[in-house]
Every structure is written in C-alpha cells, then in structure tokens.
C-alpha cells in the first residue's frame, strides 16, 4: 500500500513536473497547462472592455473559478509531491522549501486575488496577470534553452557594474530634480508643484521618453534639461557596453574552451603532447 | 525548332535576371526595372496628395496600367524561365518552385491589387508599395553585398537571442500594461480604457518613443511608468549586446582564420612544425 | 600632553574617515552619518510639498539646524586631522590640501547654503542636495569597489574620444539650428523666436527625447528634422560603440595577463622555454 | 626680386597655413581666426534675438562687413599661396584644386552669402553659421588629432554596412509610411493626409523621438506603430552594434602590430629569431 502510493505519486510528479520527451501524459498536462494561461491572459484582457464585461461577465466568472480550481488543485499537488523534487529532505521540510520558492510564491500569488476578496478589501485582480510569468518556463524546454542561461548570465556576471550606473543615475536624477524645482516652481507652481514631480520630468528626459506634459520654459530649465538628456545618451551608451562586454567575455570564454578541448594534441613528428 | 526555342528561353532568363557585366541588354533590363520602381514609387506617394490626385488622376491611373502590364510581362516571363533557374527539375515544377518562392510571392502581391478589386472589395492599393523590396535586390549586385550577408548573418546567429529578449519584454509589458490598467482606470477612463489601451502606452514608454497622448497622472502609475522607461533602456542595450557580440564573432572568426595562416607553431621537444 | 593630544587625533581620523571593518566606533560614525544624509534627502523633499511645509515647517528648520551642526562638526574635525591623511605635509598645508579637494569642496558647499542668507540673497538652498554626492563613497567601502573603478578607467581612457563626439555633435546641433530657425521664423514666429529657441529644439531632437513642445511645421524644417534625428541615432551609437570597446579593451589586457602566464612557448630551434 | 617674391609667399603660407609650434605670428593668426569665428557664431545667435538686433542693428551689420573683410583676404591669400600647398603643381592648377577642396567651399559658401544679396534674392544668411566648421580644425593640431581619425576610420571601414542598414531602414520607413496613410487617412485626414505626413510620424517613431503631434488612433494604426517602434530598437542595435566591432577591429590591429613589434625577439638559448 506505501509503495503503491509512493509510485503513484512518483507519476503524479513526473507528469506535473517536466518531464521525458516520450511520456504522453506528461506533455498533454504540459500543453493543457499552457493553454490554459493563455486563454486566462486572452480572458484578463478581454474582461477589461466594458463593453464585452457587461455582455459576457458571468462567462468570464465562470471561466475565473475553473482556472482558479485547476491551478489550486496543481499547486496542492506540487506542494504535495515536493518530496519528490528535494529528494534528500523531509517530507515536510520538502513541501516548505517548495512554497518559499520564488516560483511558487509567484504561482501563489496568481491564484490567491480569488480567495483573498473576502479578507482584504484591496483589488488585487491584477495579481491574476502574475500567471503569464509562466509562460516564460516554456523557454526552459527548448532549444531557446541555451540562449536564455546565456542572457542571464551574462547580466549576473556584469551586475556590480549595472547596479553602480544605475545607483549614479539615481543620485544625479534626485540632484537634477531638487535644482530644477527650485529653477522653474516660481515659472510653473503647477507643473512643478514639489521635487517628486520634478523627479518626473527628470526620469521622462533621461531616459528619452519625453512624454511633453512636463517641461522647463525658463531658459536655465531648458540648459539643465539639454544637459540631463545628454546625459540620457550615456546612460544608454554604459549599460549597453557593459552588456556587450559581457557578452564578448562569455564569447571567447566558450572560444578558450574549444582551443583547450582541440588544442591536447600530440606532435606528429615525435609523438610528444604539446601545450602541457 | 526546339534549340532554337532553348536558346531563346535561356536568352530571356539571361536578360530578367541578373547577367554577366558586360552583357548589355541584360544591363538595359536592370536599370529599366529599376527605374520602373523608382517611378512608381514616386507615382504612389504623389497620387496621395488629394489636390495631385485632383488634377493628373487619369495620368496616374494611365501609368499604374502601363506598369502592371510591364511587371505583369515579366512575372509570366519568369515563370516561364523558372526551369532555367532550378535546371535539375521539370518543368511544372520549376515554375511551381518560382511562385511560392518568398521573393516570386512579394512581386505577386505587388501587382495583385490592380487585378482584385474586381473580386475583392478591400482596398489593398498599399500593396503596390511592396514593389520597393525589389530594389532591394540592387545590393546583391554590387560592393554591398559582403555587408548585406554579414548583417544578415549576425541577425541569424543572434537569432535566440534576440527572441528571449523580445519574449521577455512582451511578458513584462503585458505584466505591465494590466498593472497601470488597474492603477489609472478610475482615475483615467477615458485614457486607460482597456488592458490594450495600457498596452500602447507600454509600447510607446519601453522603447522611449513617448508621444504624449497617453500617460499616467497616478503617483503609482509614474512610479510605474518611470520603472519601464528604465527597463526600455535594458531593451535597448540587450539586443545591442547581442548584435555588437554577434559583429565580434563574426570578426574574430576572419580573424582566426587570418592566425591559422601565420601561427606556424613549433614543437617544444623536436622543433618541426605544428599545423602543417 | 602632545602625544596624547596626538594619539586622540589619530584615534578621531581614524573614527571619521573610513576605518577598518573591526573598528566599532568608526564603523558606527559611518552608519550614522549615511542615515543622517538620507534623512537630509528625505526632509528635502517631503519639505517641498507645500501643504506638509505649512504644517511641519517648523519640524524641518529644527531638522535642518541640527543636520548642519553635526556637517559643521565634521567638517571642522576633517580639517582639523587632515594632516594624519596627508602625512607628508606640514598641519597648515595639510588643511589647506583638504579644503581645495573636490570632495571637501563639495561637502562645504552643501553646508554653505545654510549661512551665506545672511549675506548672499539668492536662493542657494537647492545646494543642500549635494549631500546626496556622499552616498557614493559607500561604494567605495565594499565589493562595489572594483566595478566602479572599472567604469571610471573606462570613461577615462575613452575620454578623448569622448569629447571629440561631443564636439562635433555640438557644432552640428548649433548649425542645425540656426538652420531651422531661417526656415521655421516666418511661419512659426512664436515657437522659433531666435537660435536658442532653435536649440533647445535640436537638443530634445538629436536625444531623441522629443517633448513635442516645439516641432517644425514646414517641409523643408520636417526633412531637416528627419535628418537630425537620424543622426540622433548616431550619437548614440558613436559613444555606445567607444564605452563598449573600453570595456573590451579591459577585458583582453586582463586576459592577456592570465594569457602571460598561460602562454609558456617554446623555441623552434633549441626547444627551450621562452618568456620566462 | 622673384626670389624674394617667393620668400614672402612662403612666409605667407606658413602664417596661413597650420605652422610649426614655435612660430608666433602664425600661432597668432591661428588664434585670430579662431576668436574672430567664435564672435562671429556669437554674434548670429544674438543677431536672431528680434530686440537685441532692433537696438544694436547698426553694430552687427558693421562687424559683419569686417569679418567678411578678413575672412574674404584670408580666402585669396589661400588661393595665392596654393602652389606651396601642392608643390608639384602648376600655379594655376593649385589654385584650381584649392578651391574646389571640400574644406575650401565651405569657407567660400560662408562669405558669399554677403556679396550675393546683389545677385540673388534668396536669404541665404543662415549661411554664414557655416564659419563653425573651421573650428573642427582645431582638432588636428592638438593630441585630440588621434582620436579624431580613429573615429573617422572606424565609420569609414563600416560604411558599407552602415549604408546598408540606412537603406533597409529608409525602404522599411517608405513601406510603413504607405501602410500607415491608407489605414490612418479616413479616420484623421487632417493628421495624414498624405504619404509624406505619414513619412513624418515613421520617421518620429523609428527614431523613438516621438514629438507627439502625429500618431495613430485606429487599432491597426496603433499596432503598426508598435511594431515601427520596436523595430526602431533594432536601428540603434545594427548601427551600434557596427560602430562598436569596427572600434574593436581598430583595437586588435593595434594590439597586432604592438605584438608583431614586440616578437622580433630572438632565443635567448640560442640566439635564433623566434616567429621567422
């Protein structure tokens, strides 16, 4: 009877889990889950029009419980065979370092807006969005396998030097907005009533947006403005070459790698190995 | 009679497509299409000037005829040579190989909507502009085209990529055009009236376009709006990484090349050459 | 009596600049004088909002004198023990040094707001922002160290290159202008008024920034603005391109460091080790 | 007398003409030009300011009369002096190729607007702002000349990709523009109401400048927009992506050449070149 139910959970795992190429039910659950998403992604958005809300709400609440029911009842599974995942732990130890994993929180999230409504106040349906998070699993699966591990190590790799820009733009961003809202609040009391909104201004012009609803007129304004969007050119310029470095680095680290594996070779004309 | 009607053939197929430098009907052929082209395009961006239209209507009408017949003539004259271009195949098959190739659907398409209105209602006249990709075609022919393939070549190696960037930033406008929906739609109706109008304004911040015709008033929606504009910068140095990368392999690859040449390499323990 | 006088300055220098990690008291001071600086940045901000000013005025003067009591007192006691930090250096020279070095200057002239009213009438008090400069030095404690010096040699070696493009960008964005303002000033008088107007246009134009507050209506001005903004793109490319290869050329000297000792070749002709 | 006709000629030159770094009366004349430019850059921006030119009309125009004066001596003292420049010409045909030289035309178009008023009834004043091109060449006498041509070279080895990618994207601009007119043209006729408007708003998003005085409303029109703009994403990434390989390719060079330099080093075992 244990060994029955340890081997009927084993399979529950593998076919809610990723698993084998050749294991049918476990790709139709993989298909079926996916499709799912997308269609509550399509329902989000859809549900958004007043109009088609009004005609078809009561579809789309019945579509919400389905979904709601299906991924909580998949989620109470995976908490369930999380032994399975964290072989070497406890029973429950397994199910707690499962739920306090970012991918279940995440999942958590997705589904708890539904339940929460009678407890808090708050409109958190947009927590529901949190399912197309997802999605991104997919990539996992694929030949798009590498290219993803490759993105992302290349921004872990080159984190110090991002964050660094990034915390200097912080400071120069929060020093342009306290001094322009001191050059235009007299000129323009409304547009720059205080230093958040003239945080912005300063945000929309270094980074290039410019939306136009907030603007200097005065002429020292418009001087620290040109200066800020110049500035915006480097702040663009920086994390774009520290990206590319890092993906030069990966490039010829991946290029040592092959000259090392090639390169243990022997000379043909005495037989000795070469590069020792 | 049937060499005879060979030779023609292979006469022709030299003529429509490109020849040998120095074969001047050939050339003739060339710069007539291409100055065809020209003219069209010309003819088509002046046609939308309602006051041109007013006046030279008829001539347009008179050219857009005279142009359909010619580029009409060589569509048929291509198929009909298409089996000098795939010698090892029959016939039909050649020319069933030439019409469904991209290049042969792109040319169709052009002169398609001079013969639809008959049949279709839609008004697919915009069509006619897709006539330009032929010129294109110019840069195969010249000094270009060692570039044009290296372009291309990196956008094919970058290729996943470049696709997990761009999957990444639709999730996460996705994420973020439902979030600033439910931060903006009571204060904003009209503005945010949907998940899709949040998802305009989305595109339009993350790659800093910013027209100004839609934007948050919210705190948290400029919070947010402020975070993606940051995050569009990322969008814009990933893929800048990439391809700057994807321009250094294709470097050092020449380059590697170029060292195998020179690095005539030595063993340490008899002296002979390494690499020959 | 001296040596004590001197021990107890030492033990001061020690607590105010950057001491050890195991050095409680100092590592104390500095906990405590980053919280007192976001504190200050807080209390700037919040005191820009005019209806928490009308109600807690008297909160952010008490704030503020006390903030610059305790800068004061520092700033005092730096100049006092800057003759541990340049040891080399008689006292008075020592203190002159600090005080002529950007960092004191900046930290004394964002205390400096606080009693020039009493002789300056402008309004300096933007000046008090500059307190924020300090929160870089946190940077310097810790493993954030290397990347900012990285960025920093990077900017440096590419300096010239730097400001070469800067340069011409800015000739070419002063003829732009001038340019657009003869062809924009009988039409749009108001908008184009003189060259600086003109300016300010071309500066949001070539960032890309594009507020949409002055824009040509002309044809002649539209083309002109499709070709700076063209060239837009390349002002952030050139830059993009420059900062990038700094970091590449980084990168190989480290490289070529590991290669070094990597790289033990051997002599043709004898077989001996070279390089060593 | 010819002799010393030639001496004074030379004499000339070498004051005109960039000279050696201890002769002072040509640094002199260097400095001269430079000052008189940058009053005159100075003096047609303040020209344009309607009240300034109302009260001090009189002045710019006899400061302009003066500075053509020089500017218009200095030019045929160039001409006169152009056999020094290419000694192995003819007298005439140094003058000849002297004035049709690129630089030389400049410095023409920038005089010529003053005595042409006489002639041609354009206004061709904005003409004048063309003196600021002489100031580039300030660059090649200083250690600003090194990165200056290493910027230069770096576009002229990726020129053939660069005009590629200009072309594919001007070609793509055409295309949209077309598209973007018949989706856009009967919901805002007033916005679009031909193909070169339309050119306006692709050129405006492709460049992510986004001025915000033309954008789609229809859903079709937004969505084309959408892709425009993430596409613009991709003009910045090719081109940067180029620039950035090419200052790469100059670096390795470098690094080259210091290698092959440094190589010629001989065994020290037994003294035999290594790397013949």
Known sequence: MLILEKNFKLRVFEIIEKG???DFLSRLFDYFIVSMIILNVLAIILESFYSVYLRYGY???SFEIISVAIFSLEYILRVWTADQ?????KKIFASILFIISPI????????????LPMII?????FLRMLRITRLMRIFKLNRYSNALSLVGRVLKNKKE????????????VLFASTLMYYIEQDVQPDVFPNIIAAFWWAVATLTTVGYGDVYPITVWGKILSGLIAVLGIGLVALPTGIISSGF?????QNNNQNDTVKSAK???HCGEKIND
């Open 121 to 125: 106040p708050f409109d958190l349906r």
């Open 20 to 22: 084998e190429e050749d």
């Open 266 to 268: 022997y000379c043909k």
């Open 104 to 115: 279940a929180l995440i999942d958590l999230f997705a589904i708890l807006p539904f339940y």
């Open 248 to 252: 030069m680095e990966e490039l010829s």
């Open 85 to 89: 995942k964290y072989k070497d732990k």
């Open 59 to 61: 579809l789309f609440k």
């Open 161 to 172: 030097e991002l964050i660094i820009t990034i915390s200097i733009t912080f400071l120069l």
